[in-house]
C-alpha cells in the first residue's frame, strides 16, 4: 500500500513564501510522475506543479509561474514545493499526488492514483 504523507503547510503573510514537503512510502513504489494540486474552498481541485520521477522534467501551472517550483529528492522519496511570493489567492488545502499509470501528472486528477491527506495553507494580506 503507498502512502503520501505532507507537511509544511500553514498560515503565512502575502509575500512569504513557505516549502510544503510529501514523504511517499509503500512497497514496490514507482511512479510515473509526482505533483502537487490544490484546492480552495468551494473549486475544483486543480494541477500547481508535477514532475517526472525518471527524468525529472518538471510542470508548474501558469498562475504560480515564476513563483513557484518543484523539486524532488529520491533517496528521500520525498517531493517539495517551494512556494514564493504568496499571494492571499494560494489559500488553499495543498494535495501531493501520485501517478503510476498514465504517466500525467498535471492534466487531470483523475489521471491520479494516489493522494495525500492534504495539508493547509492559508495566506493572509
Known amino acids: 500500500q503507498v502512502q503520501l504523507k505532507e507537511s509544511g503547510g500553514g498560515p503565512v503573510q502575502a509575500g512569504g513564501s513557505l516549502r510544503p514537503s510529501c514523504v511517499a512510502s509503500?512497497?514496490?513504489?514507482?511512479?510515473?510522475?509526482m505533483g502537487w494540486f490544490r484546492q480552495a474552498f468551494g473549486n475544483e481541485r486543480e494541477a500547481v506543479a508535477s514532475i517526472f520521477t525518471g527524468g525529472g522534467n518538471t510542470y508548474i501551472a501558469d498562475s504560480v509561474k515564476g513563483r513557484f517550483s518543484i523539486s524532488q529528492d529520491s533517496a528521500k522519496n520525498t517531493l517539495y514545493l517551494q512556494m514564493n511570493n504568496l499571494k492571499p489567492d494560494a489559500t488553499a488545502v495543498y494535495y501531493c499526488?501520485?501517478?503510476?499509470?498514465?504517466?500525467?501528472?498535471?492534466?487531470?486528477?483523475?489521471?491520479?492514483?494516489?493522494w495525500g491527506q492534504g495539508t493547509q495553507v492559508t495566506v493572509s494580506s
Open positions: 509503500g512497497d514496490n513504489y514507482s511512479p510515473y510522475c
Open positions: 499526488a501520485a501517478d503510476t499509470a498514465f504517466g500525467d501528472c498535471h492534466s487531470s486528477s483523475l489521471y491520479i492514483n494516489y
